[in-house]
Every structure is written in structure tokens, then in C-alpha cells.
């Protein structure tokens, strides 16, 4: 107790003053414990997640869901919709290419058996505080871009400064919470944050960022869009291009990372292929002739009615579906608010009622699919029923932004209709909230004050989707709604979608279980005028922009969940999307030569990551003439 008083600090007039007794050197102590106890500590990591839990430890030999031994060799083929003009996926200009990103590889990579978990593999290593305010990437000595020149702190710093000046908006979006990156050492680069940013997430942000070569972009414009192969650091190289038409990539046998433990049983299949196609049935139909290998099938009027051909009744084919653990996306028809005659939200919610999605699924699905009702489809973070207490208290303060359903009704799910392609009680509904929004029958057609006609055009780049829209548009005109649908090319498409030309436009988004700062770019009203975002709604609402920043800030798991559901519901009274259809599998059908692991992950089906080519199976099959 003695020893305890001599070494007491007493004030007196503000000023800190020294038992009689006191050393120089408990002092000198009592210094160092004072300024070690004030530095942050900093944590030193193989992976990082979003809340700190990682499943794999520093001495991991792979990934539990692969097969360390699966042989390397084969061709996977599949294909893909519209055309292409480019090789450079990250900026606006030109159409990027099929896996036009596999040329690129991050800092660190995710897991498909965790949420939001990521591993070392440009870098070895990341240290950061437990604020986030800051990480430092420490590179493997072994990196290289595939012409042998190493990965170095330089190239990693000019990646984050060309995607935020040339890049497209997404980008630029993910990085305006980035202060700088700094180049500490030739393989130790730093990024640092903005002061009061929401730094959650953003050590993973950077820890996602496509590497680039700056040697390799001062020779190169960035922003031009090319067919030339971009030099990356990737496994996989351009083997062949047949511009709009064709674009496969080859397994390079010297790849600096092989023997990582990350890339332990992936990247199995010698080549990746990509035939394109104008039309999901033309694309069907070279399936069936064996231009290609693989097919995920998207048209249930197919898998219903045409796998019946020579390979799958040989048995040279397999047809089979496979779990998905995935939320399964916002595929729906999102409507152009920038345009003033879907300001009123009673106007779009009156079109979503006449979408008879219980006579779709019947008359044109084979019943194969369910109704989607939220943004967080097939996931525990869809809202349902009554907002619960921990969302009304992230909803109240913001009640005046947000129709009062959203507080005194269940978060708002479609009508179910009758299964007859007008169902007349939903026609009646929807009269009602458009004859409320101002917009009464004159003369057979919707017309408002101004003696201006409600029309809707539909967006559409696909033939084979006709069949489906037609009907809705039907039930549309019977509203009294003057209703077209325009099919136009896939570049067209998508340039009008750039400059958000359109009044309806069809699209899904695949959302996160752990969402974020990605949200920005389809709901934050700081994009809703910005060319190449994927607001398609132009949403612009101070109550979805402060849920966004409540869901980047979230420390918890437990705390992500309440806001994302409170977003949900948000965006479900919005009525800024008709919400189309969703399975919760995979359907898909390729040739008898491939073979995956039993225990796949929840997250990732794998089928051009972790699956492997059996030579064995391919050369029975040759000799039977299969192909």
C-alpha cells in the first residue's frame, strides 16, 4: 500500500505535481505506459471480414469447398448475350467483353463459404487499426504481371488514382472516401481515409481493387476502350478473340500464384470460352448443336419443354439443378422517375398491380418460379410484417421522407391475382390510384390537367423476353395507360441505359448479405444525374441516403440486419420497381465431362472457378461421336 501512495499524482492550481519520494524512473514508466496506452492498436492479418470473423486461419491449405487435386486441363465453354467492342471493363466507354476482368487481380480475394470474408493474394498481409482509419497492404515479393515485371506499391497506388480519375462511376463513387494511397517501400503501399468517413468496410474496398501496371497504362490510354489484351497479373490470358462474336482465355502454366493457398483447386479448366448470341433460343439451340459446354438455363419455357434432345437423351448431357445460397437479386421492371409522369408514386404502384405474375408463372413459366417480393430476395435480410422496434427506432426520425405505410402497414408485397391474365379486382385498384393521381380516363386513354397522355415505353433487348412483357402490356393499355414495348440491340440497350433514356427498363442486381458502400451507386440520390450509374430509378430521397450511411456504419452483424430492413421496406413503399420472379436453384445442363466437389459452398456455384475437366469422360465420349 506504501509503494501505491508514493506512486499517486495530485493536481493543484491546474498544475501536476509529484509525491515527495516519486523517481525519475517510475516516472519515466508511468510516461511510456501513458503513450503506449494512447496508440491505437494495430492489427496484422492474412484476411480481413467486415466484422472480424475469418474461418480460415493464417495456415490454411485451401478452401474446405474445393478439391486440392482436381486436374488441370480442359475447355469450359458457355455463352453469353448481345456483343462486345472492348477488353477494359472499368471504364464507361465501349462494351466490355465476357470475364473481360479475369485479366486483373486484387489485393485480397473473398471466400464462397463466408459472406464477406477476404484473403491475401497480390498481398501477403494487411495492418489497420481497429477504427479502419487507415491499411497497409504488404505485397508478395513473388507477384508479377504476366510479362514477368513485378506487382509493386506504385502500380498499386496508380490503380486507385486512374480508376477515381478515369474510371467508371461506380468507381469513383467506392473511392470519394479515399484520402490518398501513399508508397511506403517498394512492396508496402498505404491507403488512407477521409476523416468522419465510415470506415467499416473501406480497408476491403481497397483490398478489392483491380491492379493495374503503371508501366504498362503510360504507354496505354486508360479510357480508350481496346480489343488489345490489357496486361494483368491473372491466371488467365487472351487466347482468342472474334470481336462481337467469340473470346476465350488460356491458363497460363507459369502463373506467378499457383501455389498459393487461395488458388489451391481452382482455376482447373486450360481454356475459358464465350460465344455470343443475340437470342436466348439461338443461344439454346448452339447448346444443343455443342458449340458450347455449358448452359445455366434462365428461359423456363425451355427447361420445361426442350431438353429433350439427342446429347441428353444419349446421355452424353446432364440436366440438374444446383442449390443457390445467394439473395436472388432485384430482377424487375425499374421505372424512370426522372421522367414526371412517374413522379406520383400511385402511378407506378397502379402499373405494378396489373403485372399478373400468378398468370405468368402459369401460362408461360411452367409454374417454376416464386414471386419476389424484396430487394434481399431467398435471405434473412428481406423485411416482413410490422417494422419491429430496433427499425422504427433508424425510421422514425425520418418519417417525413417516407409514405406513412411504411409505419402503419407490413412491408408492402404484390398482389396476388387470379390466374387469368386480367385479373379485373387488381384492374379496379389500379383505376382508383391513377384516377387519385390525377390522371382519369378521357376519351378511353390516361389523361391528366394538362390534357397530356400517360404512355410508357418499354425497353427491351431481347426477342425471347416479348412473350412475357406483351401481356403485361396488355393489361397496361386495358388501364388505359398507352403502352409500347421497344426491342432494340444490346448496344443500343445499353447506351440508352447509360443516359438513362428510357421509361421502363428490365435489369437485376445481385445483392451482398453484407451490403455497403456499393449501395450508393443504385440508390444514393449523389448519383441519380450521373451518366453510367446504376440508380435506373433515379431515386433522389434523404431518408434512403441516411439509411445508407446507417447501414456502412454498422459495427455489428445484428445492427447491418435492422438497417437493411428498414431499407428494404423503404424502398419496397417506394414503388420504384415492379418486382418480377426468383428460384432459389441453379438450372443448368452441360456436357458429361466436368465434375465439381460434393460440399459446395453456399455462396458460388463455381462452375468456371473451382469445377474440373474429366479427361477420362471427355474421350469416352469423343469416341462415341458427342463431339
Do not use: C
Request: hydrophobic share 40%; glycine share 6%; proline share 6%.
Amino acid at each position: 500500500m506504501a509503494q501505491a501512495k508514493t506512486m499517486a499524482v495530485a493536481t493543484h492550481n491546474g498544475r501536476f505535481q509529484l509525491w515527495a519520494g516519486f523517481s525519475f524512473l517510475t516516472l519515466m514508466f508511468l510516461l511510456s505506459a501513458t503513450m503506449a496506452f494512447a496508440q491505437p492498436k494495430i492489427i496484422k492479418s492474412h484476411g480481413i471480414s467486415t466484422f472480424g470473423d475469418l474461418k480460415y486461419g493464417a495456415d490454411f491449405k485451401h478452401f474446405d469447398y474445393v478439391n486440392p487435386d482436381a486436374p488441370k486441363g480442359g475447355e469450359m465453354s458457355t455463352w453469353a448475350f448481345g456483343t462486345f467492342n472492348s477488353l477494359t471493363p472499368y471504364i464507361l466507354k465501349g462494351q466490355a467483353g465476357a470475364l473481360s476482368s479475369i485479366f486483373f487481380e486484387s489485393l485480397m480475394s473473398g471466400s464462397a463459404d463466408e459472406p464477406d470474408s477476404m484473403y491475401g493474394l497480390l498481398a501477403e498481409s494487411i495492418e489497420y487499426p481497429e477504427d479502419r482509419s487507415w491499411a497497409i497492404f504488404n505485397i508478395r515479393p513473388e507477384a508479377r504481371f504476366s510479362d514477368g515485371t513485378p506487382v509493386t506499391a506504385e502500380d498499386v497506388a496508380f490503380s486507385m488514382e486512374i480508376l477515381r480519375e478515369k474510371g467508371r462511376l461506380s468507381y469513383k463513387v467506392l473511392l470519394q472516401d479515399f484520402e490518398k494511397a501513399e508508397v511506403l517501400g517498394p512492396l508496402k503501399v498505404k491507403f488512407t481515409f477521409v476523416d468522419g468517413a465510415n470506415t467499416r468496410e473501406l480497408p476491403m474496398t481497397a483490398a478489392g481493387l483491380p491492379i493495374f501496371s503503371k508501366a504498362y497504362f503510360a504507354e496505354h490510354d486508360f479510357a480508350e476502350s481496346t480489343l488489345e489484351p490489357p496486361l494483368g497479373s491473372g491466371e488467365y490470358v487472351l487466347h482468342n478473340v472474334v470481336p462481337g462474336k467469340t473470346i476465350s482465355y488460356r491458363r497460363q502454366a507459369d502463373y506467378w500464384g499457383k501455389e498459393l493457398p487461395i488458388n489451391q483447386g481452382r482455376s482447373n479448366f486450360e481454356f475459358l470460352t464465350f460465344e455470343y448470341y443475340a437470342d436466348y433460343t439461338a443461344a439454346f439451340e448452339g447448346f444443343k448443336g455443342g458449340t458450347y459446354n455449358f448452359r445455366e438455363e434462365f428461359l423456363s419455357k425451355l427447361w420445361a419443354t426442350s431438353y429433350n434432345f439427342p446429347a441428353l437423351n444419349k446421355g452424353w448431357a446432364v440436366k440438374t439443378t444446383l442449390p443457390d445460397g445467394n439473395p436472388s437479386g432485384t430482377q424487375g421492371f425499374w421505372l424512370n422517375t426522372r421522367r414526371d409522369k412517374f413522379k406520383d408514386p400511385r402511378v407506378r404502384e397502379a402499373m405494378g398491380m396489373v403485372f399478373n405474375f400468378e398468370w405468368s408463372n402459369k401460362a408461360l413459366f411452367y409454374d417454376l418460379y416464386e414471386r419476389t417480393d424484396s430487394f434481399w430476395e431467398n435471405s434473412n435480410l428481406q423485411a416482413s410484417g410490422m417494422p419491429s422496434a430496433d427499425e422504427l427506432e433508424l425510421l422514425e426520425p425520418l418519417r417525413k421522407h417516407l409514405p406513412d405505410s411504411v409505419f402503419t402497414e407490413p412491408a408492402f408485397v404484390p398482389n396476388i391475382s387470379k390466374t387469368r391474365q386480367l385479373d379485373r379486382k387488381a384492374l379496379r385498384n389500379a383505376g382508383k390510384l391513377l384516377d387519385a393521381a390525377g390522371w382519369p380516363v378521357v376519351n378511353g386513354k390516361r389523361t391528366n390537367a394538362n390534357g397530356e397522355v400517360l404512355s410508357v415505353e418499354f425497353l427491351n433487348d431481347s426477342p425471347s423476353f416479348e412473350r412475357i412483357v406483351n401481356p403485361f402490356i396488355d393489361n397496361l393499355k386495358r388501364l388505359g395507360i398507352q403502352t409500347e414495348l421497344k426491342t432494340v440491340d444490346p448496344a443500343q440497350a445499353t447506351e440508352r441505359q447509360k443516359e438513362y433514356d428510357y421509361d421502363v427498363v428490365i435489369q437485376r442486381f445481385v445483392m451482398s448479405l453484407t451490403p455497403g458502400i456499393e449501395l450508393r451507386n443504385i440508390f444514393s440520390s449523389e448519383v441519380v444525374d450521373n451518366p453510367g450509374a446504376s440508380n435506373l430509378s433515379g431515386l433522389s430521397n434523404p431518408a434512403i441516403d441516411a439509411l445508407l450511411d446507417i447501414i456502412e456504419k454498422a459495427q455489428t452483424r445484428e445492427e447491418l440486419n435492422t438497417a437493411v430492413r428498414a431499407l428494404d421496406r423503404s424502398l419496397r413503399a417506394l414503388h420504384i420497381w415492379i418486382p418480377q420472379w426468383y428460384k432459389p436453384v441453379h438450372n443448368i445442363s452441360y456436357l458429361d465431362v466436368f465434375e465439381h466437389p460434393d460440399n459446395l459452398p453456399p455462396y458460388a456455384m463455381g462452375e468456371m472457378d473451382f469445377w474440373w475437366y474429366n479427361a477420362e469422360k471427355a474421350a469416352k465420349l469423343k469416341a462415341a461421336g458427342a463431339f
